[in-house]
């Protein structure tokens, strides 16, 4: 640990997205978790929920109103939706946060409530917050106080898209986006269609039709991005392997075009790589990793393009990102504690 | 077994398809297998290829050449493709064929070279095959000789779609098909990327824009449905789960008006489903069956419908409708041999 | 359907036993199904509870008090543990019952009390319950009015042991299983460590030390058999597979003559099959199948055996043995219904 | 980098040990990848062959003869077993060398012919080697040139035993090793068993009887704890999850006197952690990290001990304690680019 180290709390440690969390902050250089925790665990140990971390020493699980957060740099929100709103303005000014849920992303109270179905509990805040996507809010989450983490989904697909978007490459009224998505997404939960027996064999589709709450994020990110509005298609899919997005995206366009304007998009990014036209990318080769690899394909059909991002959910998708957004937040280096390669097999 | 039992023999019995093909007729309830090749394997016993077969008294698989073909009623080519054509021309004319490769799939021996850079070897023939789609071929087929059994993805984008294109419910310039696919679809063959390890926790996309030899297929089908060109987007992708494909279909088109066509097309048809209106499919749920499930569901953006369907690539997809059509062929009931409800858990 | 079709109830159809039995009773000649219970469920149709059941027409799920048990022949017990005694009870004596769980497997009400921490509630009825392990006790189980199925683990450990042990082939104070188990066996309840996230990529020993509740039929049962005490080591441990039991029992004894008794033993059973000596059983090999594979091989070590024998856990583990012990209990052929070959891959 | 970067060469890059030597030393805070060979894959970038590599900059693959050795610090053998003996023995005396095979694991050339079937190409090398298991030779690895890393098996058994062994705290002749192994134990090479489709629904014995190569590490190892010859029952088993080893550990002796051993021998390690009594440890939980976890039991037979430990077959298997040995030989720390935590889900 060097001398300036970040003093972290993580409230809602319990989660599969606090835990992360932990996991990556073990190998950070620059940060000193103080503080965990987890209201119905409280007073357990971390390596009683979860073993793996059993080599760190991590303070013991405690309610958010033990914290002293006079003692604390920042804090990652990994609360349920419509917690964080509650909690966060209760916080000194002098705390940063970063929240990983849904509560701080879309800046509109309308659309909020349109999505989640609740009044905003502190819309004040609400209109401060930075929206999390790193590679086109870098300098105003580096100036941030409260920064937004995005929706998994929305961060796949973003990557994949905005960039195209921006520059009105593809036809903005006909986007349709597949997902292929890992059950890790849907948190720890106890939902019987969640179960090892009901998922290990089965592919699935769900909140098919456009009612997947990161639609929100969606119109109010590629709306601002083409300066009119923007309904994409978004289809997930649950798929038999823990972690891992993949967005297979279908496009009208010139897919060289598309190519052409990704790479380039992305060509000093340390996250996010454009594979050779043609390649595709797939959730094994970024499972564990803050790595995002996005490949783009032609079809013999003129003027489509096949633009297809992988990432992994619970680390580019939310953890990894909310570190990423941390370091700038702090003034460290963006990728401190995220070269990790991916684990594979 | 009955007194009329139907002597069968399958070709290629050492891939899984051919597994499968035995699998199925062991309670079928007038099936009789009397020869099973695999010229590889020729000497062997099937319990050592497929120790999940030991419990039947089975033939020692054995050379084509081998087999009195006098003696047999109907044959199951499951041989690689390219290898049928060779062999099915020197049958007994009074021996009944159901190929389950691709050699007599397309009537056009362009398209087929096209697709499969090969001259025919049997052009003859070629004309006088049924395309095994049981559910709209169904009068040809029982009055066949020679049953080509379609592609497995064929079969379920086909059953998703058809009733569709036939009535031109859809925008026919722009389907697009989105595939999640078991692992078991690549057959046994030895490669690299099929091992465990490079699949169990891996979700990718393949024979990407438009390449894939199922091509062939739709063209064929869908524009004689139509009566007009029809060009699908079609990808596949690899998910990790041994059985099933998940063909997820984008289309323009009213999505109650698409239910109601697939209901109706399908209200007869013994092994086709369609779910109630805004219901999913899942992979899980007809696996080892001959089922196929199909659900539709609309979109926020008006005009646009997902259908869905779902099926056992090795089952409804290849093996499993072969025994469909071979019933067909001998005057058997459809459904003989192949009720068994899918397995799930 | 036969002109003496029996007429069947399940209690307990929402479970995983309970929807294995529909499963199997859809392709048996004989069995008719009249009623369904679920009492948390009841009202709803089968095919919301278990989608993979749709193509079937079957009884709405009821409440177990809205049966008409004067119309059934023969009843399946899926309950919990400690439901079925006092159901069962109340049944007229001309129905003929089945119980797939605990509560009739220890004849000793001081064993049940031991394992199972409660009083028995029917202990007349206990007394004559049969022990359900078809190969063992096939005779009783044709004449009996109460079945006890065994448990899944009971099944595989005393199909692989119990020759052994009437023999004496081996040394009775030095067994020791260690079992490899699907999460199938841990049934539909919610639970955090059932999770797909949980148990997809780990493996786990439970019920360590000999706590597990199974242990209560081994001392029953090999006690029995050997005429002494027997007190095995008893280790399940879960794998990532949602069907199958593997159990490698470590013995002292001589190898080949330990595969020479089971091989007799069997030799005229439909569904047990022991491989020849030196070969390996896999549970992908009896997976929706009513067999149970049994391999033998020695060890460099003199005097050691390894028996491994795989059974698929919800088939002849528990619902096909089931079916089994029905088709004694009501006169038919043991196998019927049950004939099935394995799904493979 | 520091400015003390040791320069590394990985030789059999294109395996998976390899791959996970390339993870490894990717965060590794003094390590420099100088050259990587794979003699068939010669000419291809690493990412071609290893695409989760990608965001990595690293040596074109190249042939053993085309690396400038005098360059090299330290190299890492990642070759088949067999090949290492004839390479490392031209190798200049300046450059340490790390091999993972399983050339150098066997001091006897005796045993080493008797267990892989060839007579040793380099025995005088061979007596030089120092055995890798760190915990049990840290001093030695410290001043040798060549370090040969064990078996991954041999890892996992020995850190569950060996300081019950060299105590003499259980029989020594009644010790049985019931392991659970992931496919990636087996490599990359292509094998029909190995295919997802064979391996995905599977759990199947192997090696059974004593004849895997490893037992010639237990003999040898075991045998010099002991002072005396110890011959072990040793079973692996494949079950379906890429990575991980669990050994269950059948021992007689006093389990709470084996928890208080095995406490005390690894409570300064940093690597190996002992559960609390009674605590089983998960393959699930030590995924992708350097650490190994160990659970002890009795059993209500008295007199009875299971020792249950878990690790990663390719990281604390293979890889990482051949880069906790590299540390240990470049006079680093030893954990140096190891503490990574698992990864969980």
Same mark, same amino acid.
């Given at each position: 640990?060097?001398?300036?180290?970040?003093?972290?709390?993580?409230?809602?440690?319990?989660?599969?997205?606090?835990?992360?969390?932990?996991?990556?902050?073990?190998?950070?250089?620059?940060?000193?978790?103080?503080?965990?925790?987890?209201?119905?665990?409280?007073?357990?140990?971390?390596?009683?929920?979860?073993?793996?971390?059993?080599?760190?020493?991590?303070?013991?699980l405690c309610k958010v109103d033990e914290?002293?957060?006079?003692?604390?740099?920042? !804090?990652?929100?990994?609360?349920?939706?419509?917690?964080?709103?509650? !909690?966060?303005?209760?916080? #000194?000014?002098?705390?940063?946060?970063?929240?990983?849920?849904?509560?701080?992303?879309?800046?509109?109270?309308?659309?909020?409530?349109?999505?989640?179905?609740?009044?905003?509990?502190?819309?004040a805040l609400q209109k401060t917050a930075?929206?999390?996507?790193?590679?086109?809010?870098?300098?105003?989450?580096?100036?941030?106080?409260?920064?937004?983490?995005?929706?998994?989904?929305?961060?796949?697909?973003?990557?994949?898209?905005?960039?195209?978007?921006?520059?009105?490459?593809?036809?903005?009224?006909?986007?349709?986006?597949?997902?292929?998505?890992g059950p890790s997404g849907a948190g720890?939960?106890?939902?019987?269609?969640?179960?090892?027996?009901?998922?290990?064999?089965?592919?699935?589709?769900?909140?098919?039709?456009?009612?997947?709450?990161?639609?929100?994020?969606?119109?109010?990110?590629?709306?601002?991005?083409?300066?009119?509005?923007?309904? !994409?298609?978004?289809?997930?899919?649950?798929?038999?392997?823990?972690?891992?997005?993949?967005?297979?995206?279908?496009?009208?366009?010139?897919?060289?075009?598309?190519?052409?304007?990704?790479?380039?998009?992305?060509?000093?990014?340390?996250?996010?790589?454009?594979?050779?036209?043609?390649?595709? #990318?797939?959730?094994?080769?970024?499972?564990?990793?803050?790595?995002?690899?996005?490949?783009?394909?032609?079809?013999?059909?003129?003027?489509?393009?096949?633009?297809?991002?992988?990432?992994?959910?619970?680390?580019?998708?939310?953890?990894?990102?909310?570190?990423?957004?941390?370091?700038?937040?702090?003034?460290?280096?963006?990728?401190?504690?995220?070269?990790?390669? #991916?684990?594979? #097999?």
């Amino acid at each position: 640990m060097t001398v300036n180290t970040q003093k972290i709390t993580i409230l809602g440690a319990s989660g599969y997205t606090g835990a992360e969390l932990v996991r990556l902050i073990a190998t950070h250089p620059s940060f000193e978790i103080v503080a965990l925790s987890a209201d119905r665990k409280a007073g357990k140990e971390m390596s009683d929920v979860f073993p793996h971390l059993r080599h760190l020493q991590l303070p013991t699980l405690c309610k958010v109103d033990e914290i002293d957060f006079e003692n604390v740099d920042l !804090i990652f929100c990994a609360l349920p939706h419509g917690l964080s709103q509650a !909690i966060v303005k209760t916080l #000194p000014e002098t705390v940063k946060v970063v929240d990983l849920g849904a509560d701080f992303r879309l800046r509109d109270p309308e659309a909020y409530k349109h999505w989640y179905g609740l009044d905003h509990a502190a819309p004040a805040l609400q209109k401060t917050a930075v929206y999390g996507l790193t590679e086109f809010y870098r300098d105003q989450i580096a100036s941030a106080r409260l920064v937004a983490g995005t929706g998994c989904n929305a961060a796949t697909v973003q990557l994949a898209l905005r960039p195209l978007i921006t520059d009105q490459l593809i036809d903005l009224d006909d986007i349709i986006c597949d997902l292929k998505n890992g059950p890790s997404g849907a948190g720890r939960a106890l939902k019987e269609h969640m179960l090892f027996t009901e998922r290990s064999t089965d592919v699935l589709g769900y909140a098919q039709g456009g009612v997947h709450r990161h639609m929100g994020e969606f119109e109010q990110e590629f709306g601002a991005a083409a300066g009119r509005d923007v309904n !994409i298609q978004f289809t997930p899919h649950l798929v038999p392997s823990n972690r891992g997005i993949l967005a297979s995206c279908y496009l009208k366009g010139d897919a060289e075009q598309c190519h052409a304007a990704l790479t380039e998009a992305y060509a000093n990014e340390p996250f996010v790589i454009v594979l050779p036209f043609g390649q595709a #990318p797939g959730t094994g080769h970024v499972m564990g990793s803050n790595f995002c690899h996005i490949g783009v394909t032609g079809d013999r059909k003129p003027g489509r393009a096949l633009v297809t991002a992988a990432l992994d959910n619970l680390c580019k998708g939310s953890s990894g990102q909310a570190i990423q957004n941390a370091n700038l937040m702090l003034g460290l280096s963006e990728t401190a504690g995220l070269m990790m390669a #991916p684990l594979f #097999p």
